[in-house]
């Protein structure tokens, strides 16, 4: 008899439904992802096994979430379930005004339309897709004010999704406070492999805007996943629930963004909050324009509902602990396969360096992309690229050379299992092993906007 040496934690979670997968042959993988121009987003999602591509409005939900599905009050004005939603993120969030919208992107297009001017510069720390191009065609330039250690794939620092203070005074000094709108801050840098904000950072980033009359905008997108890293890793908040830590992060910052379909829970859903009343009276006005009535945005009311438990959910610490325990460990059983990943793991997701994977393939021949299909092809596993594709282009038509290369395992919430888990890192090192024989792609369809969703290649010979 072996003595016991560790207790293993599970999930916080039992299954009363189940969803059956399509199970695949390699042959039938390769026709599907050449009929999918190498592109992981143009696979039909009948055809993979694990899907990977997204943490984005790919959760389970819960039986309380699914109950209050069946008392959304689907009133065109007035619904009792937007106030519900309110009070939920006044409570928890400590936002004052909430406008509800459809997704992410609805809220920071309203927000970027009320808040940017042009020739406005918007400093972030790390561009996001949708984001940055709402920036953009609001007429500001976004400018990436995050920490130099996000870059580096291999720098271990705790919370490489700090905003460098010192690249932020540097561009208040060239350009004024006035041409600065806001400080877009996200909590668990989506782009930065799932890197936390430290609440230290947050707090000096706050001082120094308050001095200079600039505004933060919290993409709060996955606030609670953040608040976990500072519990576990920021000294005096190991005893701090992460609810407190969510309440006070919200603190530092005016306003937020926020895409439901991550932490909060749920397939479909955003808002957009805060605290200043002008700003608030014009984003509802706007959003009669884009989405619809300010107390509906674009939502059912049942939406809405299923929101407002998600957001109670996600601040759970049992959920959380679990939620990001299942990513660390694909990140631990990859790393035993001496497979190169972004460290420290971050909280949604690993990330392969491809380039590292790779190093055979120029960043034009589409190392990141090339991987993401050869693991597809391998197990009918569908991750996604984040590198060169979904950087897109200038505005003055010439193409981003991002530093990091890498393809996305994104980890849906109570979705997959620990066994699922062990498939996906085998896929990962089978994939590993033969790397060497793997050839690039070449683009043969440009998209004009956000590339990486239609882009078609073909493999290089
Ligand atoms: C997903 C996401 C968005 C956009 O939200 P959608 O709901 O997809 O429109 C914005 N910021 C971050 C960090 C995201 O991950």
Known sequence: MKAITKRSWAEPYKMKMVELLKMTTRQQRLKAIKDAGFNTFLLNSEDVYIDLLTDSGTN???????????????AYAGSKSYFILEETIQKYYGYKYVVPTHQGRAAENILSQILIKKGDIVPGNMYFTTTRLHQELAGGTFVDVIIDEAHDPLNEHPFKGNVDIVKLEKLVKKHGAKKIPYVCVAT?????GGQPVSMANLKELRAFTKKHGIRIIHDMTRVAENAYFIQQREKGYEKKSIQQIVKEICSYTDGATMSAKKDA???IGGFMAINDWDVFEE?????????????????AGRDMEAIAVGIVESLDDNHQRARVGQVLYLGQKMLEYNIPIVKPIGGHGIFVDAKAFLPQLSQDQFPAQTLAAELYIDSGVRTMERGIVSAGRKPNGENYYPKLELVRFTIP????????????AESAAAVYDKRKSIKGLKMVYEPKYLRFFQARFERLK
């Open 60 to 74: 389970s939900m819960s039986d309380r979430q699914w109950s209050a599905f069946m008392t959304g009050d689907e």
């Open 188 to 192: 668990n840098v989506n782009m930065a």
């Open 265 to 267: 829970l749920v397939n």
């Open 283 to 299: 984003a509802r006005n706007l959003v009669v324009v884009y989405e619809g009535l300010h107390t509906y945005g674009g939502l």
């Open 413 to 424: 919430r109570r979705v997959y299992t620990q066994a699922h888990m062990d498939v996906i």
